[in-house]
């Protein structure tokens, strides 16, 4: 926010704390219950650049505005889970990356939060990539985070792309890794293997 620029460190997560704790209290005061609240979105890389940026093994300042957060969900809502949410929860290596630095920064959080978009465009094969590789390494990743983090797992955002109306694929098999590569995946299709990777997720354990 502009209003933001030009704050030192303390100042950067002093105007954090007192917006999230704005937000919170107009939900309280609403009559609006919170079990949960997500600080930052995607923080793979940070925060609030340049200074919160997380690059290597530096993460400290990000780490300051991020517990200031945290701090602030459990003043208003002391029961709520705190989230630390990063995105590509089939990269293993980044997982391990992140959250042993967040580990040794001290990162006040309750619950790992990640995102999930398994087929993107490939422009050079022209068409949208298998899904299941990218599915089946994350799944493989909720069992490794939880052994490693000892700390409870939510999938925050799934996706994949959905532009072509559900009637066109009463023609196509609906078997989840059925679909002809490049079929674009219709919100029919998004569910059931939504579903299906719900199953394989459960069946992982965390």
Known sequence: ?????????????????????????LLKESGIDVAWVQVGNEVTNGMLWESGR??????????HYFNAGSAAVKSVYPDAKVILHIDGGERT?????????????????DII??????????????A????????????HNLSMTHTMYSKPIMLCEFGMPAPVHNRQYRRLPLVPGDLPLGARV???PQRLRLRSLCGRASDSGP
């Open 1 to 25: 926010p502009a209003a933001w620029k030009g704050l030192d460190v303390s100042g950067m997560a002093a105007a954090l704390a007192s917006h999230t704790e704005e937000v919170l209290n």
């Open 54 to 63: 997380v690059k290597d093994q530096e993460a400290t300042d990000f780490v």
């Open 113 to 126: 939060g990640f995102s999930l978009y398994p087929s993107y465009w490939d422009s050079s094969i022209s």
């Open 186 to 188: 219709g919100a029919l």
């Open 128 to 139: 949208y990539p298998d899904w299941r590789p990218k599915t089946e390494q994350f799944v």
């Open 93 to 109: 290596q980044t997982i391990q990356w992140f959250f042993d630095l967040m580990q040794k920064a001290g990162t006040s959080y």
